[in-house]
């Protein structure tokens, strides 16, 4: 009876172990996607309209904005260690509508972004099918300043307008930041009945 003993009691420990060992592996991830969550829930978002581009954009509330000559909007925030997270929006007018000109339109991007940035590695380029107007997409990291920073472009053709948005954070911390990024992507409106004028 000892030796059936001693082997259960092994065997618990051993189960018991494998147990911790388990939860302290899915404990990242699980972090992860609560406080994912709890930053799209505790983020309140602004609106801003560019009708010179007939857009209606979302981005965080409390992040600074600001508007240049390439990119005719950013709203960004900085994280504790100087790294930023942004999102950029710059607007074009769109010259061709036929399907084929704009897989070449959207070629041409995915070129000018991998010369645009030193050490660019692209991750993904897709496109939507299933959008009758056009959109794609790219994910891609690249080095600045010794940071490694990952980068989500959507490329969208929409009435008579191009129109480019990026999401851009530390490689770390990209994954906290998605589920805010993929929701801004889906609230932008592209006519300003749409939004609600």
């Known amino acids: ?36 969550a709890s930053l799209v829930e505790s983020t309140t978002l602004a609106r801003k309209d560019l009708p010179e581009y007939n857009v209606v954009l979302y981005y965080p509330r409390d992040w600074s904005v600001s508007r240049g000559d390439f990119f005719h909007f950013t709203a960004e925030t900085n994280l504790d260690d100087d790294q930023k997270v942004v999102f950029h929006y710059r607007g074009l007018e769109k010259v061709k509508k036929d399907r084929d000109s704009k897989r070449q339109y959207a070629r041409g991007w995915y070129a000018a972004i991998q010369l645009s940035y030193r050490n660019w590695t692209y991750i993904s380029q ?10 794609f997409r790219f994910e891609g990291t690249y080095l600045k300043e010794g940071v490694l920073l990952r980068k989500l472009g959507v490329l969208r053709f929409r009435g008579n307008h191009v129109h480019a948005f990026y999401y851009t954070a530390p490689d770390q911390e990209f994954e906290a930041y998605r589920p805010l990024f993929e929701k801004l992507d889906s609230m932008h409106r592209y006519s300003m009945d749409e939004a609600g004028t």
């Open 1 to 36: 009876m000892r030796v059936c003993g001693g082997h259960t009691n092994r065997y618990r420990k051993r189960g018991a172990l494998l147990l911790q060992r388990t939860l302290l592996a899915i404990l990242p991830i699980l972090i992860s996607a609560c406080s994912s």
């Open 126 to 135: 897709t496109s939507d099918d299933d959008d009758s107007e056009g959109t």
